[in-house]
């Protein structure tokens, strides 16, 4: 698409009520300054500065659906403790409905740690990270309450799957019985998504699943063209790339997206939840999956630009239209 159809395709992907379920995440990120190393061991000393949280995971997409102007519900389990209240409340501070959170007293909220050292102007630089997280699969009660949630109508349902326990077959069955629009970011478990209408996944999983190394054009395209036809998708697969793109196949075919040259890219991280919130909204819009990869891709880089999960505005995506050529 050129400029000014990308640019008008942005406008429509506002006002659409979108179900996100997964697995939720609290990002933690913890920062200091880097003044001397330890005597205990070869590692530097930060002395706190501030603390910072953000949603992550399956609440990383349900951000970006938010900020682009439609309705995002948030359905996943959450632990009765501190983490949990913080993660519905961040969500809610952005006009997610966040009823859909159910809170199972036996699982703790998973939060990730992560340590940051501020060294002079720089963006902080991560020094290590501290998960603490609960992949038991949910139980049959929080399953079928996720159930209940999801029987209200919904134009799409996008399953973000960070393999914590929440997408358990169960919970897939109660998106796959339902008439909206069935979206997945399978994280590997690509069989889990068969009939679905779209599923991203990137190139590691995809060789994973496939079980072969995936390295030239024609092995990515190969690779594209039989997920799609294995898994017997409605609209298409989205296999992404970084630097180099998305690859989509579906029943036009099998074709390459290239994503915009970018240098200035300082952290990768959600870019992969943005490319699903987008491909998401874009198909709802009336777009094509060609059409819908080729939006995601200018979203992303906008997402790698700043430092941890960032979900773009429409202002944001139509000024990275904007910035590259046709």
């Known amino acids: 698409m050129v400029k000014s159809e990308l640019q008008a395709l942005v406008a429509r992907l506002a006002g659409w009520r979108v179900a996100v379920v997964g697995d939720v995440i609290l990002d933690e990120y913890l920062i200091g300054t880097a003044e001397r190393l330890s005597r205990e061991a070869p590692i530097p ?40 209240a913080t993660l519905r409340a961040l969500l809610e501070a952005r006009g997610i409905g966040a009823a859909g959170l159910i809170v199972d007293p036996t699982r703790r909220t998973t939060t990730k740690t992560r340590l940051m050292a501020q060294i002079g102007l720089r963006f902080p630089q991560q020094v290590a990270r501290l998960d603490r997280v609960d992949r038991a699969p949910i139980d049959a009660q929080v399953a079928a309450r996720i159930g209940e949630r999801l029987s209200a109508p919904f134009d799409a349902i996008l399953c973000s799957d960070y393999l914590n326990g929440l ?4 919970v897939v069955a109660h998106v796959r019985a339902r008439e909206s629009l069935r979206v ?7 069989d889990k998504y068969s009939g679905f209408d779209a599923v991203k996944c990137n190139a590691d999983e995809a060789a994973r699943y496939l079980r072969r190394d995936l390295r030239s054009e024609a092995d990515f395209a190969a690779a594209a063209g039989e997920l799609y036809a294995r898994l017997g998708l409605r609209r298409g697969l989205c296999l992404t790339r970084g630097a180099r793109g998305i690859v989509v196949a579906d029943e036009s075919g099998v074709r390459s997206v290239p994503a915009p040259q970018i240098e200035d890219v300082y952290d990768t991280v959600g870019a992969g939840d943005t490319v699903v919130a987008v491909v998401t909204l874009a198909l709802l819009a009336g777009a094509d999956l060609v059409q819908a990869a080729e939006l995601a891709t200018y979203a992303a880089c906008v997402v790698i630009r700043r430092v941890g999960n960032y979900a773009p505005t429409p202002a944001e995506l139509i000024a990275e239209i904007a910035a590259h050529g046709d």
């Open 167 to 170: 997408l358990t077959p169960e």
């Open 45 to 84: 000393v930060l002395e706190f500065v501030r603390r910072e949280v953000i949603a992550g995971g399956a609440a990383n997409p349900a951000m970006n659906i938010a900020a682009l102007g439609s309705r995002a519900e948030q359905i996943g389990a959450i632990g009765a403790d501190e983490g949990g």
């Open 184 to 190: 997945a970011d399978a994280q590997g478990e690509l």
